[in-house]
């Protein structure tokens, strides 16, 4: 794989403009949804990420616009509920949505407007990946991209309980699922994130994920120098950190941020329903079809014998003699 | 279904009633309770094999029967919701006759004879032995819970009715529920062919009286008793 | 902008007052993230709402709308009074050392002069002391006591943070933090810059509140400095273009002006414009006035525009009122006495304020012609629908001709941005359906008239049939031909004055710029600032060059910035009067002992000692002024006024009324609502989410923002009784609209004048055409009143009530 290009570094800089071959291909693929023999890739991509500094988002929605002209969504026209979220949560036709928290901030008494781009956060431990049971549909790449392959999707919803980030939409025109794809098709030639592109503050960058880490520890200096002193970065750990990831003003507390899970992980549940219960119901139902076949193979079948049908003969027939006398007598 | 003892025109084929023979039959279920019967069996089936499309990746190739992934789980609930209708209907008819009583209690204490065959230290029984009564009763609670958590679960028309964790919650009980009912199915389906003469019951309606006589003697008894039988032919 | 985008990146300290620039300028809003992040720069705002930057701000104030004056004056005083001023650059370069004269005196809210019938100043008294010389008399000791110093230390004795707090509601200590964080900018190594557009503009005292930050700027050394200036966020991607083409009624191109009644021929004309210079040695660059004035009119009229005609002046229209602002023009319309209006890219229904009066005056029209990409509700005023615009179809005999047009994407042309770079784009799509450009269009109907007039004559058709219409195409002028009239040529060899025997420009070739243009009629051009965006080495503005020596943000090879490519303003102001730096690590101009070297294009002659020539070469001082004289009809300092709706009294003259010059016709006044009636303060915006009235026809823009809404603060709702989220009617004496109601922490009571002042934010995107949901704007409510110097409405401060109340009915229009 010697000449091929390794995911962008940044979205910055200038993308190349000559046209390039994709570069994530199903042999880059690391984990592939209800799959469980995988082969191992022949090469490691580095490994990249989106990091959203939420302290310079301005909130202005270029991310959202950028993200449905790319992938050529059709958002409905909704009503105002009174807030600025629009859409009001994320839909199969929103992969993202800026959600505004008016949060009064308790040691200074000021108003924060926390402005958080919600949508994909590309786990490196997928929850959505691990509840899926259709092969295939969810693929993470090398580079770290967890993305929807919506031909294998079958639209069953357990992307959205597997999720600890409360992300997937099943669409209700094709009933698949649909989340930010880390613009995993711009990635592939090159490009950085169409929201990254769009974004006028660079609130949002792209590169690789190490790039992405030092960035965010510059702006984290800059964050405590103005007095944010649990200013940092958002990768959490629960779900072996993330490809999209945030610089928080108040990262002791992510809660604030529109609810962003403060220790997100796949849910127990979800653990429980798609490992124990799942080896453990095809074992026993494995068993009691197998004991069943071999029992009636080997063992003797309860069999009604000649004396049985006899005693029912008679019986019926003293019956109907009885009877007969009865009436008789009547 | 019953008739006022000593009555003589009992239907002919009517249900708990015995044909003189020879050889002597006793009808156990009538049309009616067959196909509904059947409907709930086959709704069961391909419940079990739809869901188990989805329960096991090794077990995904069994979408093929149904058109493909996009259509097994569309299916599948809707045929959970024929199956819950349709079990319910007969569970209508049969629950009174599924009342645990004490001859229960002894046959399940003796389950070892139930096993081995022997079924002469066994009490006399009723229409049911304690075994089936499980099974209804199991199948009939498994159901519910399977009905219930299977809404929940349902993406296109309830998934915006309960929180995530709740639904996370109702899918792994779904999956409990439909395994142990696939256990319930399967010694269900076992016993009705390991117990010889069971099929008919179910398929031609009839069950011949050495049937009746080694399985359900007290049900036998009782219909005899009533006078419940038709003229030979 | 006296800066320019890029420049924005040197700053220390941003000051968003007066505006909103994350949300309305987004993109150039991504400098001011560049500073913070590079720089660590702040970033302070001060507005009546905490806005999405407010969000991203080191610090926020709330301010009562209409008040900033008062504010800005407060942090004046601060700094004076706390010795935080660049004293040398004060004392160099502003005309802090002239003397008045006499008689001018401020008291009880008004200056001298004051007829309140002619609700007019005399102004006589506002003007420096002429030494025998004929120059201004100064004292560079700042002790003569009708200094403009002193005097101005007098004008901003009252404004105390104390009364601060009372007139404009901000908290004392909020206001002392924003005053101390600006006074830090006085040093030479920190600048600040002001980034502001309408919050100020639109008042009837826009003009009063930018002077008052451009003088705290003046004493703070920042402007002609990196990341420093007074920088107009300019609104549509092309309003800088239209005021320096002089697409207003008093203005001819380059800031040249419009005629009046008094200017009976050229040489009267020019006598009030070729402004000598006020102190020895300046530059006072107006004395080429002529120079432009004539090649403009070679420009419109070619040969026709001659010596002896006094270069086609009486072609000119002539002024009889200051100016036909559209307020005028509209008032002049619900009169009766406009016939057509020809409406091109504009969309006054949902623009200008009391809609009533607006839908009035266009019911009046014989005719009307749009010329617009969409189908505005401009040119569908007439018709019904339902709540959403309530008039009588049959009742209105207007005949409306609705031409589409092309938009910027479908055309080659440059748009200039706020930093005056004239940007070149080309065509990206061809225009849809039957639409055409809009130079095509204007094109046929003076053909057409022309050809009527030469036909049939008429009272005057000289200046039409003479109009000089040389393109290839008469039917479609291009961009490209268009541009290249601009910059202009030489219609005849244009010698080297310092050696007439070599040609400097031959006939028929483009000039360089502006500093080969003549007053012998040997050179024309469209407008003359514009000169050198097309010379003879090309399209200077396709230029994309982004190299940026040094990394100082001028970027001097990218497209063309007027005049001659300057970035900066002022710029000799960045250096002290012998030329230095002020900040070594900042430097854009530095004296070399023999000329200007540097980053930028020096706003003085290269070869000008420091010590000779002022860096203000458009003023006669050749420095700037802190007292402007009577340039200004309402004051040569800022002085606090309330708005015409105010819901509060003026503290300096608690019977004054809004801008006691502004005009007000006599209809509108009737329409002035008061507190009593109405009694909280609105204001009116745009959402970063949409563009005006036109992206509500896009259905991505029309999702992320789909409704008209209010916004009230908590406090407000709970009075109210008003739901999140819910309906509500809000109504001024003019007019009433139908809203949801964002309920939000973002709005807070302010306490002014010891009492609650309860505000409504109204943004402006909604109408009845397009794809988002039908809905109104805040022009239904809005006073028809304007700026005194300007005209602009004072749509950011009127007087409304509220209620909770039910949907709007809507009405389905069959066309
Ligand atoms: N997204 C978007 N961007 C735009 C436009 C658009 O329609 N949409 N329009 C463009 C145009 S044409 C223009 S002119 C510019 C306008 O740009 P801006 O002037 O920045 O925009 P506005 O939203 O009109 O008003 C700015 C702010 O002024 C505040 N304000 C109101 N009154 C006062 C006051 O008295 N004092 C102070 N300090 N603040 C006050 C308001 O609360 C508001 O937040 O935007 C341009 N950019
Ligand atoms: N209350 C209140 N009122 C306000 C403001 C406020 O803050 N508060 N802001 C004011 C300000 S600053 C402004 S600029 C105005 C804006 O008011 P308008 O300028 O009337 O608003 P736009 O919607 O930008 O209208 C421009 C029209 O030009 C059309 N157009 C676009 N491109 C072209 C083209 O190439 N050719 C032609 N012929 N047409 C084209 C668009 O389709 C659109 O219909 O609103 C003003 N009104
Ligand atoms: C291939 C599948 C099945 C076969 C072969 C089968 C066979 C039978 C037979 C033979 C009987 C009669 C037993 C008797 O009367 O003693 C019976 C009864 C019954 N079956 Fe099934 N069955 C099947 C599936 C099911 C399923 C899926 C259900 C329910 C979900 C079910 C519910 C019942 C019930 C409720 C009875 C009546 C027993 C009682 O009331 O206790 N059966 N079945
Ligand atoms: C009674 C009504 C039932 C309803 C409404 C229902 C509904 C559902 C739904 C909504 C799903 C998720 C997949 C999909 O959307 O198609 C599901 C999965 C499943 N169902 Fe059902 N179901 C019902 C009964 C049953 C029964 C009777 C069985 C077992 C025989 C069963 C076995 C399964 C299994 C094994 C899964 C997959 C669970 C997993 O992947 O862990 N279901 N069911
Ligand atoms: S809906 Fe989600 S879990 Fe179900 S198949 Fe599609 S991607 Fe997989
Ligand atoms: S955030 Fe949710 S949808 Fe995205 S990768 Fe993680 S688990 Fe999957
Ligand atoms: S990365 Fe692409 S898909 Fe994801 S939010 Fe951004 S634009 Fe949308
Ligand atoms: S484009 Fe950037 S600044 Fe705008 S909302 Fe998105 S992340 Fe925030
Ligand atoms: S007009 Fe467009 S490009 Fe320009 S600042 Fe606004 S959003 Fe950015
Ligand atoms: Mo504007």
Request: proline share 6%; net charge neutral; glycine share 8%.
């Given at each position: ?30 984990r ?8 191992q ?17 301005i ?13 050529d ?27 505004f928290?008016e ?36 693929v993470?790449y ?10 294998n ?11 600890p ?8 025109a094709?009933?698949?699922?649909y ?41 984290i ?19 072996g ?50 004991g069943?076949?071999?029992?009636g ?28 006398k ?5 | ?13 009517s ?14 279920y ?12 086959i ?15 090794s ?46 209690v ?7 004879d ?21 099974i ?18 349902w ?68 219909i ?7 003229p030979?032919? | ?8 990146k ?18 150039g809003?991504k ?10 720069a ?11 930057t ?28 706390n ?47 002429i ?7 100064t ?10 110093w ?137 004395q ?34 200051p ?18 209006y ?14 009533t009066k ?84 204007v ?17 005057f ?22 541009a ?27 000039v ?9 009629g040997?050179?024309?051009?469209g ?10 080495q ?10 940026d ?38 430097k ?7 000329k ?6 020096p ?47 003026n ?22 609502g ?13 959402l ?5 009235y ?57 306490i ?11 943004p ?52």
């Amino acid at each position: 794989m010697a000449n091929t290009m390794d995911s962008p570094r940044t979205a910055v800089s200038n993308p190349p403009v000559q046209p390039m071959e994709t570069n994530l291909t199903q042999r880059d693929l690391i984990r592939r949804s209800a799959t469980s023999e995988l082969p191992q890739p022949e090469r490691q991509l580095t490994p990249v990420a989106k990091l959203i500094d939420v302290s310079k988002c301005i909130g202005c929605k270029a991310c959202q616009s950028a993200c449905v002209e790319w992938n050529d969504t059709n958002p409905a026209v909704g009503e105002n509920v009174g807030v600025y979220e629009n859409p009001h949560d994320l839909t199969a036709d929103m992969f993202t949505l800026m959600r505004f928290t008016e949060w009064v901030n308790p040691e200074t008494d000021n108003l924060e407007w926390l402005i958080r781009k919600d949508g994909c956060m590309h786990c490196a431990d997928p929850g959505c990946l691990k509840a899926c049971p259709a092969p295939g549909a969810i693929v993470q790449y090398s580079n770290g991209i967890v993305d929807f392959i919506h031909d294998n999707c079958i639209g069953c919803g357990y992307c959205v309980k597997g999720c600890p980030f409360n992300i997937p939409r099943i669409s209700k025109a094709d009933h698949r699922a649909y989340k930010c794809t880390l613009c995993s098709d711009r990635v592939a030639v090159g490009q950085g994130p169409a929201c990254a592109k769009a974004c006028p503050t660079q609130a949002i960058v792209f590169g690789t994920k190490e790039d992405m880490k030092k960035h965010a520890e510059g702006r984290i200096a800059d964050l405590k120098s103005r007095g944010y002193a649990n200013a940092g970065l958002y990768d959490p750990p629960g779900v072996g950190g993330t490809h999209v990831m945030y610089v928080l003003h108040h990262n002791d507390k992510p809660q604030i941020y529109a609810d962003l899970p403060v220790d997100p992980k796949i849910s127990a549940v979800v653990q429980t329903w798609k490992g124990a219960t799942k080896y453990a119901g095809l074992a026993v139902m494995s068993l009691a079809a197998a004991g069943t076949i071999l029992h009636g193979l080997f063992a003797k079948a309860n069999r009604v014998s000649k004396h049985e049908e006899e005693e029912a003969k008679e019986l019926v027939d003293e019956s109907v003699e009885h009877a007969e006398k009865r009436e008789e007598d009547a | 279904m019953s008739t006022p003892a000593g009555t003589k025109h009992t239907k002919l084929g009517s249900e708990d009633s015995i044909r003189r023979g020879p050889p002597v039959e006793v009808v156990r279920y009538g049309p009616g309770k067959r196909i509904n019967h059947w409907v709930t069996a086959i709704s069961l089936i391909l419940l079990l094999l739809s869901g188990l499309a989805m329960f096991h990746p090794s077990l995904f190739f069994l979408t093929e029967l149904f058109g493909g992934g996009q259509m097994t789980r569309w299916l599948h609930p809707w045929i959970g919701v024929v199956l819950f209708i349709s079990f319910f209907i007969l569970f209508a008819q049969l629950w009174k006759l599924n009342l645990p009583n004490r001859d229960d209690v002894k046959w399940a204490s003796r389950i070892t004879d139930v096993i081995g065959g022997h079924e002469e230290n066994l009490p006399e029984l009723g229409k049911y032995n304690a075994g089936q009564k499980f099974i209804f009763w199991g199948m009939a609670a498994l159901i519910i819970v399977l009905i219930v958590t299977g809404i929940m679960a349902w993406e296109q028309y309830f998934g915006h009715l309960t929180s995530i964790p709740t639904q996370r919650i109702a899918l792994l009980l779904h999956s409990l529920a439909a395994v142990a009912i696939i256990l319930v199915f399967i010694l269900h389906v076992y016993a009705a062919i390991w117990t010889r003469g069971t099929i008919r019951a179910m398929t031609r309606g009839t069950v011949t009286g050495g049937w009746a006589w080694r399985h359900h003697r007290k049900w036998l008894k009782d219909i005899a008793g009533r006078g419940r039988i038709d003229p030979a032919e | 902008m006296t800066n320019a985008w890029t420049d924005i990146k040197n700053t220390d300290l941003v000051v968003v007052m007066g505006g909103n620039a994350a949300e309305a300028h987004p993109c150039g809003f991504k400098w001011v993230t560049e500073a913070k992040a590079h720089r660590g720069a702040k970033l302070i705002v001060v507005d009546p709402r905490y806005t999405r930057t407010a969000s991203v701000s080191d610090f926020y104030a709330p301010i009562r709308q209409g008040s900033d004056i008062a504010f800005l004056n407060g942090v004046m005083k601060y700094c004076i009074d706390n010795g935080r001023v660049q004293w040398d650059y004060m004392k160099a370069f502003t005309n802090a050392s002239y003397i008045v004269k006499d008689g001018f005196g401020y008291k009880d809210g008004l200056f001298t002069g004051y007829n309140e019938e002619k609700r007019d100043y005399d102004r006589s008294t506002w003007d420096y002391v002429i030494g025998e010389d004929g120059f201004a008399v100064t004292d560079p000791t700042l002790e003569h006591p009708r200094c403009v110093w002193n005097l101005l230390k007098e004008h901003l004795a009252p404004y105390t943070p104390e009364l601060v707090e009372q007139v404009c509601g901000t908290p004392k200590d909020k206001f002392l933090k924003v005053a101390e964080m600006i006074s830090e900018c006085s040093t030479p190594t920190k600048t600040m810059t002001s980034m502001y557009a309408l919050g100020w503009t639109q008042h009837s005292k826009g003009s009063q509140n930018i002077r008052a930050m451009a003088m705290l700027q003046l004493i703070l050394g920042n402007i002609g400095v990196r990341g420093g200036g007074m920088n107009a966020l300019r609104g549509h991607s092309n309003i800088q273009g239209l005021t320096d083409l002089g697409l207003m009624s008093h203005l001819l191109t380059g800031y040249l002006t419009m005629p009046s009644e008094k200017d009976t021929d050229f040489e009267t004309y020019m006598s009030t414009r070729q402004f000598k210079p006020l102190r020895p040695g300046q530059t006072s660059y107006w004395q080429n006035y002529r120079k432009f004035m004539v090649s403009f009119q070679k420009a419109m009229w070619g040969d026709a525009a001659t010596a002896e005609n006094g270069w086609a002046f009486n072609y000119l229209p002539k002024l009889d009122v200051p100016a036909y602002d559209v307020l005028r023009m509209f008032e002049l319309m619900n009169n009766g006495k406009v016939n057509g209006y020809i409406c091109q890219g504009f969309n006054p229904i949902l623009a200008f304020p009391n809609r009533t009066k607006v839908t009035s005056s266009l019911s009046k029209l014989k005719f009307m012609v749009t010329m617009d990409p969409l189908e505005t509700e401009t040119a569908r005023f007439w018709e019904n629908h339902g709540d959403f615009n309530d008039v009588d179809t049959a009742s209105i005999q207007t005949e409306v001709f609705q031409l589409p047009s092309t938009c910027f994407a479908e055309e080659d042309g440059s748009l200039t941005n706020s930093g005056r770079w004239l940007q070149w784009h080309w065509q990206a799509s061809s225009p849809p359906g039957e639409a055409k450009h809009d130079s095509w269009i204007v094109a046929q109907i003076f053909l057409r008239m022309r050809a009527l007039y030469a036909k049939e004559g008429g009272a005057f058709p000289d200046p039409i049939l003479n109009l000089s219409w040389e393109y290839e195409d008469e039917n479609e002028p291009t961009a490209e031909e268009l541009a290249k009239e601009i910059n202009g040529r030489a219609l005849s060899d244009v010698m080297d004055p310092t050696d007439p025997t070599k040609v400097l420009v031959a006939a028929g070739k483009q000039v360089v710029n502006f500093s080969q243009l003549k007053d012998d009629g040997s050179t024309m051009s469209g407008c003359w600032i514009y000169s050198g965006c097309w010379n003879e080495q090309g399209n200077n503005m396709g230029r994309r060059d982004n190299h940026d020596p040094d990394e100082t943000g001028a970027y001097l090879g990218w497209t063309f910035a007027w005049p001659l490519n300057r970035r900066t303003l002022y710029n000799r102001a960045s250096a002290d009067i012998n030329g230095k730096p002020w900040d070594p690590t900042r430097k854009l101009l530095e004296w070399d002992g023999a000329k200007w070297t540097g980053y930028d294009v020096p706003d003085i002659a290269p070869t000008a000692k420091p010590q000779d020539v002022g860096p203000f070469i458009m003023n006669q001082e050749g420095v700037s002024r802190l007292f402007v004289r009577g340039m200004m009809r309402d004051g040569p300092f800022p002085a606090h006024m309330e708005p015409f709706e105010s819901p509060v009294e003026n503290v300096f003259n608690r019977k004054m009324r809004g801008n006691p010059v502004a005009r007000v016709f006599a209809s509108d006044a009737a329409q002035l609502g008061t507190s009593a009636e109405f009694p909280y303060a609105a204001t009116s915006y745009r959402l970063t989410e949409h563009f005006h009235y036109w992206t509500k026809h896009n259905r991505v823009n029309s999702a992320l923002q789909p409704e008209f809404f209010v916004e009230i603060s908590e406090e407000l709702a709970a009075e109210k009784n008003i739901a999140h989220g819910g309906w509500v009617r809000v109504w001024s004496k003019r007019g009433s609209v139908k809203a949801k109601a964002v309920v939000t922490k973002r709005i807070r009571p302010l306490i002014c004048d010891g009492k609650p002042v309860h505000i409504v934010g109204i943004p402006l995107h909604w109408g009845f055409t397009g794809s988002a949901k039908k809905g109104f704007g805040p022009n239904s409510l809005a006073a028809f009143v304007g700026d005194a110097n300007i005209e602009t409405p004072e749509s950011k401060a009127f007087l409304v009530n509220i209620e909770p109340s039910t949907a709007p009915k809507d009405k389905e229009v069959n066309v």
